[in-house]
Nanobody, 124 residues
Framework: VQLQASGGGLVQAGGSLRLSCAASGRTFSRYAMAWFRQAPGKEREFVAGISRSGGSTAYADSVKGRFTVSRDNAKNTAYLQMNSLKPEDTAVYYC??????????????????WGQGTLVTVSS
């Protein structure tokens, strides 16, 4: 499956953005989906994940209550709605797909496919 992330940009603290991850190739609903992010000089970290059906989700503690992950299997797209953004949310955001269904895994090697990343910059 090929993944294309989009929706990043520059936003002021307290603002919102919605990221999209469009999938093509194989059956989207076969894959659990996740969002990771990587800030300059830091390791890639798990942000949120969603199960194949969309019925289960997982979040990093740092984004709970502010970010919402969702998916539309009919449109082959996953989303990350980000509200109340903070400067520390600034990073390149990546979507990832896992054939094994582990939407809650924070381990980068767990995921089989990755999008190219989209930059989110939050100004103070």
């Amino acid at each position: 499956v090929q993944l294309q992330a989009s929706g990043g940009g520059l936003v002021q603290a307290g603002g919102s953005l919605r990221l999209s991850c469009a999938a093509s190739g194989r059956t989207f609903s076969r894959y659990a989906m996740a969002w990771f992010r990587q800030a300059p000089g830091k390791e890639r970290e798990f942000v949120a994940g969603i199960s194949r059906s969309g019925g289960s989700t997982a979040y990093a503690d740092s984004v709970k209550g502010r970010f919402t992950v969702s998916r539309d299997n009919a449109k082959n797209t996953a989303y990350l709605q980000m509200n109340s953004l903070k400067p520390e949310d600034t990073a390149v955001y990546y979507c990832a797909a896992d054939n094994g269904g582990s939407y809650y895994s924070a381990r980068v090697p767990e995921y089989d496919y990755w999008g190219q990343g989209t930059l989110v910059t939050v100004s103070s």
